[in-house]
């Protein structure tokens, strides 16, 4: 093929890959609506949806009643029960997955309690395994499995998905996506929880529309993604942005799982927040932070205090991102989005005192708008990205592996 055909060729595979997201990302949109956000011209996405839906990945059907004169543009929507991902979420003390249809809708889910008992690897890969065969098993006849994602609390190695560190839980430099990956018979890409989250949020919640954004993710600890420019800040290894472990109270800060003082995570995470109510020994885990938001909302001057200290250190820690980064949002998830309501005013004095007014005027500070599904939807779009990038290439070669897992058991059947 010659430069100039290779050069349409990849044009060409941009241009699907587009159109899909747009689609994929903010539903059923007409062919004028892609036209105009893709700067193509009506023939060019005429054909281009031809190939998807021929493919199987979109379809078309008229509008309802536009209340204008003429013919309609016809509306293109993606094909959900056609391709689906699997997403996984390895939280510190549950692990969810779930069968998730192109456009992003949850089509079906499993959870189960996980115990923090140290390094689980085996244990965790075998249910989310089991969990990933069943929600094969229930997909529709003819659906193809487009790629598989996980979500993990911890310091993710991009390239194989290996665990560096896993706090908390005691994984280090465990194989997690390649061991979860031949247990699926499937390429499985891994990525931070919180760096998922922020990747979610900006394409599916509060930050959508914003390219300068950073998401804080409370569990145990605390994790962050930043979001620059419209691009994640990965770091030299992709092990940027732990925003857990910036210093905000170095001299009589409380011990940190690092090995350091006074980091954010140290001053206000789940533990923090428990022993500042003055109920260590009694409650534990995600429960336990809620029980404390309870406990204040009811009155208990105690769990207002925890939750006042905590917002004092969040705050700070807050001040200290908008300073260096001038987002235009800053988005509570996890535990935090539990916490942020009750602890604002704290919170928002100290942003008011430390951050840079020119930096601080427009920032907005809002809760996640997914839930706790965040970091599942965020390893939900992971698992979508190779798609998005190349649609009819991945498709057929997931079809292909499809048709290589189903071969053996279709001889055993003739049999």
Not at 38 to 62: D, F
Not at 130 to 144: D, I, K, T
Not at 297 to 308: I, M, P, T, V, Y
């Amino acid at each position: 093929m010659s430069k100039a055909g290779r050069s349409q060729e990849e044009m060409r595979r941009r241009n699907l890959g587009d159109l899909l997201r747009h689609v994929h990302l903010g539903g059923a949109l007409s062919r004028s609506e892609l036209a105009d956000r893709m700067g193509l011209n009506r023939s060019t996405i005429m054909a281009l949806t031809a190939e998807l839906s021929a493919a199987g990945l979109v379809g078309e059907e008229l509008p309802g009643d536009t209340g204008r004169a003429g013919r309609p543009s016809l509306v293109v929507r993606p094909e959900r029960d056609r391709a689906h991902v699997l997403a996984f979420d390895v939280r510190v003390d549950r692990l969810v997955a779930a069968r998730v249809g192109l456009g992003g809708e949850i089509l079906d889910r499993r959870e189960a309690v996980r115990h923090r008992a140290g390094a689980d690897l085996e244990d965790v890969v075998g249910v989310l395994a089991g969990f990933g065969r069943e929600l094969r098993r229930g997909a529709r006849p003819g659906s193809v499995c487009v790629g598989v994602g996980a979500a993990y609390c911890g310091m993710i190695r991009p390239d194989d998905g290996t665990v560096r560190y896993g706090p908390y839980v005691g994984w280090v430099d465990q194989a997690f996506g390649v061991e979860l990956g031949s247990r699926l018979n499937l390429p499985v890409l891994v990525g931070n929880e919180a760096h998922l989250g922020a990747l979610a949020e900006r394409d599916r919640g509060v930050g959508r529309g914003f390219d300068n954004l950073i998401y804080l993710h409370g569990d145990v600890g605390v994790g962050g993604g930043i979001i620059v420019g419209g691009r994640l800040l990965g770091g030299d290894g992709g092990y940027g942005c732990e925003l857990g472990h910036m210093m905000v109270n170095p001299y009589d800060g409380r011990p940190c799982m690092c090995g350091s003082r006074g980091c954010l995570e140290a001053e206000v995470g789940e533990h923090a927040l428990i022993e500042a109510a003055g109920r260590s020994g009694e409650l534990s885990g995600r429960e336990g932070v809620r029980a404390v938001v309870e406990a204040a909302g009811r009155g208990d001057a105690a769990a207002e205090e925890a939750l006042h200290r905590i917002g004092d250190w969040l705050g700070i820690g807050v001040a200290n991102l908008i300073n260096l980064f001038n987002p235009g949002i800053v988005i509570f998830g996890g535990m935090l989005r539990d916490v942020y309501p009750g602890s604002a005013a704290q919170v928002g004095r100290r942003v008011e005192a430390n951050a840079m007014v020119i930096s601080r005027e427009q920032v907005r500070l809002r809760v996640s708008a997914l839930g706790d599904d965040v970091t599942l939807v965020g390893a939900a779009e992971l698992a979508f990205s190779r798609l998005l990038a190349s649609p009819l290439e991945v498709l057929a070669e997931m079809r292909r592996r499809t048709a290589h897992r189903s071969a053996p058991r279709k001889r055993a059947l003739a049999l």
